[in-house]
C-alpha cells in the first residue's frame, strides 16, 4: 500500500505516547515494505537529522507547541485555524495527494493544523482514509460552531460516514459518543496499543533492601496524576513506609518540584527530567510498581503497557483506556482515581502484600503476545488493507479544487468572525 | 423566479424544485412545482446573508443547480456546498450586493455557467468568468401580461412602476413632467426620505403614489395607461453612485407586454429592451426625457401601432416558451460539459 500519515505532531515533537506510536507505525510498515509519506509540522528541535525522507514537515502548528496568546481574539482565530482550516495546510495535503498518489490517507490526530478542512478535502476527493482515535478529535471539531461545520457537512457523523475509524480504546468511542453525539455506524476497530520491548532488560529483584521503587513517566501535569502521587506519598512517609518515586518527564516540573518540597517529600520524590523511550525501558527493571493514577478520560496511557512488559506492574487508574487491555490482580492494581486508592495500593506493594513477580511475568507474557506491536500492527494493516479501494486521480487533479478549498476556506472565517 | 420555472416548464424536460430559506422548514407547492423553504441558519436578518446546511441532505440526487443571488453570502455558501457534491451548477447575478469572495476571490469560476439577465449584468463578470454563459433577458409571462380585449387607454397618463428608492430616478420624471400629462408612481416605499422629496417635488404636478397596488391594480393600469416610463439613474440625486442601478428592467418588460410604448434611461441594462424605436426611446438627461415627453403630447411619437409592436417584440424575445427553450439549451450544455470533466464529487455526491 501506498499510506500518506497526516499527524499534528511527530518525533522528536512530541506530546505523549500517541505521536510515537504513529512514528512507530509508520516506521514498521515501511518495514513491511508498504511505500509511506508521513505529512507532518514543522520541527523546532536540533536532534531532527534521524528522520527519515518520507517524513514532510511541510505543515504549519497552531497550537500545543506554540506559544498561546491570552488575546481572546488572537486565540480564537489560532484555534479556527487549529482545529477547523488552515488553507495553507489544505493546500499541503493537497499537493502531496497529487504527488504521491496515495492508496489511503491515514490520519492520525488532525487537531492544531486545521483538521475539518483536511477531512472534508479527503471526503470531497472519495480517497479512502481512515481516522486513527488516540483522543477526542471529533469532540473537538464539535466544539467548532454548527454553522462552520455545516459548511462541511460536519454536522452529525457524516464527516466520518467514509472513513475507517481505528481507536485505541472502546473507552474513547463511548466518550466521543457521549459528548459528541457523534457515533460510528460502519463500526471501528479496537486497536489497542503495545510496548516495543526491544531495550526492555530482565527486572532487577522486588523490594530490595526493604525499600519499595515506584516510577512515573509520562507528562507531569495535574491530570496525569502528579498530585494524587504526591499527596499519596506525603501519607506514606507519615506512616513511615520506605519507598521512593521517580517521576519521568517533562512539564510543569517547576510547579511540582516545588509542591514535593513543601510536603518535605525531596528524599523520596525526584523528578528526573524526560526520558527516550528507548531509555525508558531498561530503567523500569529497577522499579517495583508503575504509577499512573490519570485522569479517567485519558484515552490510552501507552507508559503502563510498557512498565508492563517490563515487568514493573501497573498501578493504573480503572477506567482509563489502557485499563480495557490489563486485569486487575493479574496484570496491574486497578484504583479508583483517589489519594486514598493510590495510597492503598502503595502501601500494599511496600508492605510486599502484592506478588510483584507473578505479576510482571503475567504483564511481559501479556505484552508479548496479545498486545505485542507486531499484534497491533497486523490489525492496523489489515484494518487499513480492507478500506483500500481505487479511487480517481482525475478528482484530485481538479485544477478547481485549491479554489473550491479557497472559497469554503474563507466561508468559515466569515462565518464564524464576521 | 416564478417566471423561469413557468418557461422551463414551456419547454418540457425537466423536473424542478425551488429552494429557498425561511424561519422555518417548510414545503409548499407552486402551480405544482415544490417550493422546499429551508430554515435559515444565519443570525441575519438579511436574506442575502442566509443559508442552510441541509442543502447537503435536500440537494443530493439533483442533476443541475441554478443557483440565484449567486455573488452573495447566500450564494457563495450554496456554491461551496453544491460544488462539494459534484452538482454542476448555473450562477445568476440578481444584485442584492456580493462578496469580495466571489469576483476578486475567483471563486465564481467555481460555477459551471452564467445566466445572465442582461447584457449589462454580464459585462460586470464576464472579465471574472470565462465558462459558458447565455444572457436571457426576462422571461414574462405573455399570457398573464397582455392588452385589455377591449382597451381603453389615457393617453394622457404617464405611468412609472417601481420600487421608491433613489437609484430608480423617479425624481427625474415627475421634474420634467408636463401639464399635458400625468404620472401614477407604482411601488413600495423602500426609503422614506427619497419618498418626501418626491411628494415636494410632485406638488402642483398631476402625481399619484400607489404604494400597496396589488396585482390586479398593477395590471389594470398596464392596460389603462398611455406610457410607461423607467428612469434608473446610476447617480442618485444625494449624489450617491449605483454601480448596478438596473440589471434587467422587468417592468418595463411587462409594459411592453401589455402593449404600453416605453421609455427608458440609459441606465444599465434598460437600453438593451429597447428593440425598436417605434415603440420605445432612450433618454440619455432631462433635456432628452422633457423631449420625448414633448413628442408624445404632440403625437409624434410613438408609431400608431406600437402596442402591437411591443407585444410582439416582448413575446418573441422574451416570451416564457423562448426563454424556456434557451434556457434548457443553455444547461444541456452545462451539464454535458460538465459530464466530460472530472470534478469533485465522490463520497459527498
Known amino acids: 500500500m501506498r499510506i500518506l500519515f497526516i499527524t499534528n505532531l511527530y518525533p522528536p515533537v512530541l506530546i505523549g505516547g500517541f505521536e510515537l506510536a504513529c512514528a512507530n507505525v509508520a516506521d514498521a510498515l515501511a518495514a513491511r515494505g508498504h511505500e509511506i509519506r508521513v505529512l507532518t509540522t514543522w520541527c523546532h528541535l536540533p536532534d531532527n537529522t534521524a528522520a527519515p525522507a518520507w517524513v514532510r514537515r511541510e505543515l504549519d502548528l497552531f497550537f500545543f507547541v506554540p506559544y498561546s496568546s491570552h488575546n481572546q481574539t488572537v486565540a480564537l482565530r489560532d484555534l479556527h485555524s487549529a482545529v477547523c482550516s488552515s488553507y495553507a495546510n489544505t493546500l499541503h495535503l493537497l499537493r502531496n495527494i497529487r504527488e504521491f498518489r496515495p492508496d489511503l490517507v491515514s490520519v492520525w490526530n488532525p487537531l492544531g493544523v486545521g483538521g475539518l478542512a483536511m477531512m472534508d478535502l479527503l471526503n470531497l476527493i472519495g480517497l479512502p482514509w481512515s481516522l486513527h482515535l488516540g483522543d477526542r478529535v471529533p469532540v473537538d471539531i464539535v466544539d467548532v460552531p454548527d454553522v462552520v461545520r455545516g459548511l462541511y457537512n460536519a454536522c452529525g457523523n457524516s464527516l466520518y460516514a467514509g472513513a475507517r475509524i481505528l481507536s485505541v480504546s472502546q473507552h474513547l468511542l463511548d466518550e466521543i459518543e457521549a459528548m459528541a453525539g457523534i457515533s460510528f455506524p460502519h463500526g471501528a476497530d479496537i486497536v489497542a496499543g503495545w510496548a516495543d520491548l526491544s531495550h526492555a532488560v530482565p527486572h532487577q529483584p522486588y523490594l530490595r533492601e526493604g525499600r ?33 518515586l521517580d517521576l519521568y518527564g517533562d512539564g510543569e516540573l517547576p510547579q511540582y518540584i516545588d509542591r514535593a518540597r513543601s510536603l518535605q517529600l525531596q528524599d523520596r520524590v525526584c523528578f528526573k527530567g524526560p526520558r527516550a523511550q528507548s531509555q525508558l525501558l531498561p530503567l523500569y527493571s529497577e522499579y517495583d510498581a508503575f504509577l499512573c493514577p490519570t485522569w479517567e478520560r485519558d484515552p490510552f496511557p501507552f507508559a503502563p503497557l510498557e512498565a508492563a512488559g517490563c515487568e514493573t506492574p501497573p498501578v493504573l487508574t480503572r477506567n482509563c483506556g489502557t485499563s480495557e487491555r490489563l486485569v486487575d490482580g493479574v496484570h496491574c492494581m486497578k484504583i479508583d482515581r483517589t489519594v486514598e486508592q493510590l495510597a492503598e495500593a502503595m502501601a500494599q506493594v511496600a508492605a510486599g502484600k502484592v506478588d510483584l513477580a507473578r505479576m510482571g511475568r503475567a504483564g511481559q507474557r501479556l505484552m508479548k503476545t496479545d498486545l505485542s506491536f507486531a499484534r497491533y500492527l497486523d490489525r492496523v494493516e489489515d484494518a487499513l488493507n480492507d478500506h483500500v479501494r481505487p479511487w480517481d486521480y482525475a478528482v484530485a487533479d481538479d485544477p478547481a479544487l485549491p479554489l473550491l478549498a479557497f472559497l469554503k476556506h474563507n466561508l468559515s472565517v466569515f462565518l464564524r468572525f464576521g | ?186 411601488g413600495r416605499v423602500y426609503h422614506e426620505e427619497y419618498y418626501g422629496i418626491l411628494q415636494n417635488l410632485a406638488a402642483g404636478k398631476n402625481v399619484t403614489f400607489i404604494i400597496d397596488a396589488d396585482d390586479d391594480t398593477l395590471l389594470t393600469l398596464y392596460r389603462t395607461s398611455g406610457l410607461f416610463v423607467q428612469a434608473s439613474t446610476a447617480m442618485d440625486i444625494f449624489g450617491n453612485p449605483h454601480a448596478k442601478a438596473e440589471l434587467m428592467g422587468l417592468t418595463t418588460l411587462e409594459a411592453m407586454a401589455c402593449g404600453l410604448p416605453v421609455v427608458v434611461s440609459e441606465t444599465g441594462s434598460l437600453p438593451e429592451l429597447i428593440a425598436d424605436p417605434r415603440f420605445g426611446r432612450v433618454f440619455h438627461n432631462p433635456a432628452e426625457l422633457t423631449n420625448i415627453f414633448r413628442d408624445f403630447v404632440a403625437g409624434a411619437w410613438p408609431e400608431a401601432d406600437a402596442d402591437v409592436l411591443a407585444r410582439e417584440h416582448v413575446t418573441r424575445a422574451h416570451g416564457l416558451e423562448a426563454i424556456g427553450r434557451r434556457l434548457a439549451s443553455f444547461y444541456g450544455t452545462v451539464m454535458g460539459e460538465h459530464a466530460k470533466s472530472r470534478h469533485v464529487c465522490a463520497s459527498y455526491s
Not at chain 1, 515506584?214 to 519507598?243: N, P, T
Not at chain 2, 457563495?76 to 456546498?81: C, F, P
Not at chain 2, 436571457?136 to 394622457?156: C, H, K, M, Q, Y
Not at chain 2, 428608492?165 to 399635458?180: F, S
Open chain 2, 1 to 186: 423566479m416564478d417566471y423561469i420555472v413557468q418557461a422551463l416548464r414551456a419547454a418540457g424536460g425537466f423536473q424542478q424544485c425551488i429552494f429557498s430559506l425561511g424561519k422555518e422548514d417548510r414545503l409548499l407547492q407552486r402551480d405544482g412545482t415544490p417550493v422546499r423553504v429551508l430554515r435559515n441558519e444565519s443570525p441575519s436578518s438579511e436574506p442575502v446573508f442566509g443559508y442552510s446546511s441541509a442543502m447537503w441532505r435536500e440537494l443530493r440526487g439533483f442533476d443541475l443547480v441554478h443557483l440565484h443571488h449567486s455573488l452573495t453570502v447566500f450564494g457563495a455558501y450554496s456554491l461551496a456546498l453544491v460544488r462539494s457534491m459534484g452538482i454542476p451548477i448555473v450562477g445568476t447575478d440578481l444584485g442584492g450586493g456580493e462578496r469580495d469572495l466571489m469576483l476578486r476571490g475567483r471563486s465564481i469560476e467555481l460555477l459551471d455557467g452564467i445566466v445572465s439577465i442582461s447584457q449589462f449584468a454580464y459585462s460586470l463578470l464576464g472579465t471574472s468568468f470565462k465558462g459558458p454563459h447565455e444572457v436571457i433577458i426576462g422571461p414574462v409571462n405573455t399570457e398573464s401580461f397582455s392588452p385589455a380585449l377591449d382597451p381603453v387607454r389615457d393617453r394622457r397618463r404617464v405611468l412609472c412602476v417601481s420600487r421608491i428608492m433613489p437609484h430608480k430616478g423617479i425624481d427625474r420624471i415627475i421634474t420634467v413632467l408636463p401639464p399635458e400629462l400625468s404620472l401614477t408612481i407604482v
Open chain 1, 212 to 244: 519499595a521503587r515506584f516510577v512515573a513517566a509520562g507528562g507531569i501535569y495535574q491530570h496525569k496524576g502528579i498530585d494524587l502521587m504526591l499527596a499519596a506519598s506525603a501519607r506514606l512517609q507519615a506512616e513511615g513506609v520506605d519507598f521512593s
